[in-house]
């Protein structure tokens, strides 16, 4: 037999369903609903692309009948993901953003986010993965 599909995202129609979400610097705090509830959730990570994650996960873990509360721990553990939307802080007088984007559009999506936490991008270098980088402001 098939497996179930489960849905995630902002549509009325998705299993898991983002009601409300708010991104800071250190964090986001999101409240998703399916048809019985609606259960709040934080994330370590900052950006609507790391809350969609959060769902995605979410939404299987319930799948396994995995409780909100051991979801939400596991959620607090992750202190960071390496080169995903990373903030380095090292006492510097600046911000310090490591993101592996990879394409032009990953790139504007990520400045998007960073535009809607109140920075400004003044410098950017775009690593190619291997020993050149293109370097751009």
């Known amino acids: 037999s098939a497996a179930p599909v489960k849905t995630y995202g902002v549509a009325d129609l998705a299993d898991t369903r ?64 390496p080169g995903r939307m990373q903030f380095i802080t090292e006492g510097q007088p600046f911000s310090v953003v490591i993101d592996h984007a990879h394409t032009v559009d990953a790139l504007y999506k990520l400045f998007a986010e960073l535009k809607k936490l109140g920075y400004e991008v003044h410098f950017s270098g775009l690593g190619t993965g291997y ?3 293109i370097i751009t402001w």
């Open 18 to 81: 983002l009601v409300r979400s708010s991104l800071k610097a250190d964090g986001a705090t999101f409240t998703v609903a399916t048809e019985d509830d609606e259960a709040n959730f934080h994330i370590n990570q900052t950006g609507q692309f790391n809350v969609y994650n959060a769902m995605a996960a979410i939404t299987v873990a319930r799948s396994y009948d995995i409780s909100d509360e051991l979801i939400q721990k596991g959620f607090l553990n992750l202190k960071s993901v």
């Open 131 to 133: 020993d050149t980088t």
